[in-house]
């Protein structure tokens, strides 16, 4: 399939998903607990990968997946095509803002990104592009933002990590312009794509990461765990995404 | 003046104010510092000060005016009648990202809260109301959020504070659903508005706090210095803001 046809389908699917959202989210959330109190998943985020699963399932069945809720979440290898689905990004933000979280999907082959996409629902805005497409917000093309140095604007931190100053962060904070925090990797990768950040540091898993990666790299951006190791697309990982500048800069200090 | 014709009044200037913004922003800032790196000031907050302290110095030549940049930023008293302006409320946001900022107007009498405005000028919302009035956003009349107690919801907090644990507020933020912080104190009044945060600390001025504190305390929040101090609209403050429930809890903790 053409990747202007494949991009459209996606496009589509998530439009869908989005509807669904905000559907279901009328009605009383069911909330239950995964690893800890504040791990939490809705039936939303259930309702929303079992949608996206379906329709991926259906078009591609060689295909593998790789999605955040139940027994989708661990996959032993990328090769092949392989999609990573996050049906909530930022659950909590869901849960209690009903704003300010995202539906996200990346497209990898052989392990290197092809395709991502963030849509922010209550916004309506889907950030999506490419290896060799550009990056879009919904159908304007955008420019990069400035390849800032690592103490000329704002970082997106996790407060977890800032506190307990894993890899010295907090030295990145205190001689940036300031710190900030969403609580939704998508909206945080959308951050970086608009320049209104300029670093991003947090804990992931890879389909927190894989849609937005895609994303970062086609304005330049570089992305790691947090010792400058090559992601690994398996399990949680201290993960850091910055403008070149910045990232060389930081590597030297972490 | 009837209460409603100042209402109308005070949100015609800000929404001139804003349109002032959105000009004076196509242009390259003049952006200085003040007591840090990152404390800052534009041409466009100076401009925006000017241009509402007129319109109040016109209109009202008795009052008092407290305001954040220049001449305007102290105060002996606020016995009488006293406007309280943040031109532009979260102003690395401003620079760094050209959104999440807000222009702030309180009107207090003798000391107590009468009216209060803030205006998110990118989105265009303008929150706003008054002992008497209720809370709006434009024109639709908001309803309470719900009076949830401090575990039960997410909190803003500035980042400085909760990494020096300033009066045990790890704890709280521990406690709680997650933090976020927004780097602008009027979107967090917003926030606690809408019920996206059930609580907000950091450390405040005059102008920071005294919108928000008018159009929180209609709909049930407390707040106060961290120490339960009154506030005292004069100098910095470690500033508490949550729902009735959540404040009485952190009270016995901090």
């Known amino acids: 399939m053409a990747n202007d046809l494949l991009v459209q389908k996606v496009k589509t699917w998530i439009y869908e998903a989005g509807k669904l959202v905000q559907e279901l989210e009328k009605n009383q959330l069911q909330v239950t607990t995964k690893s800890s109190r504040n791990d ?3 039936n939303v985020d259930k309702e929303v990968q079992r949608f996206l699963v379906a329709k991926i399932e259906s078009e591609f069945p060689e295909d593998k997946i790789l999605a955040e809720e139940d027994e989708k979440s661990s996959l032993v290898d990328m090769s092949g095509r392989v999609w990573l689905i996050d049906p909530i990004d930022g659950t909590l933000n869901f849960v209690f803002q009903r704003e300010n979280f995202a539906i996200m999907i990346g ?3 052989d392990g290197i990104g092809k395709l991502g996409f963030i849509y922010d629902v209550m916004r ?3 950030y999506w592009g490419g290896a060799d497409l550009g990056v879009f917000c919904n159908e304007e093309k955008l420019e ?3 390849n800032s140095g690592a103490k000329d ?3 997106g931190i996790n407060i977890g990590m800032y506190v307990q100053n894993v890899g010295n962060i907090q030295t990145i904070g205190e001689n940036a312009m300031g710190v ?3 609580g939704s990797a998508g909206l945080e990768f959308i951050s970086l794509l608009k320049g209104n950040t300029i670093g991003y540091i947090s804990n992931l ?3 927190d990461y894989a849609p937005g990666v895609v994303l970062i790299k086609e ?4 992305a790691s765990d947090l010792d400058g190791l090559t992601l690994a697309f398996n399990g949680q990982q201290h993960f850091i995404a910055a403008t070149a500048q910045a990232y060389n800069e930081i590597m030297e200090i972490c």
């Open 205 to 207: 898993y890879p389909w």
């Open 219 to 222: 304005f330049g951006f570089k």
């Open 144 to 146: 990069p933002p400035k």
């Open 124 to 126: 309506g805005e889907m």
């Open 180 to 182: 900030r925090m969403i």
């Open 107 to 109: 497209v990898y082959e």
């Open 40 to 42: 939490v998943v809705t």
């Open 153 to 155: 604007g704002l970082w």
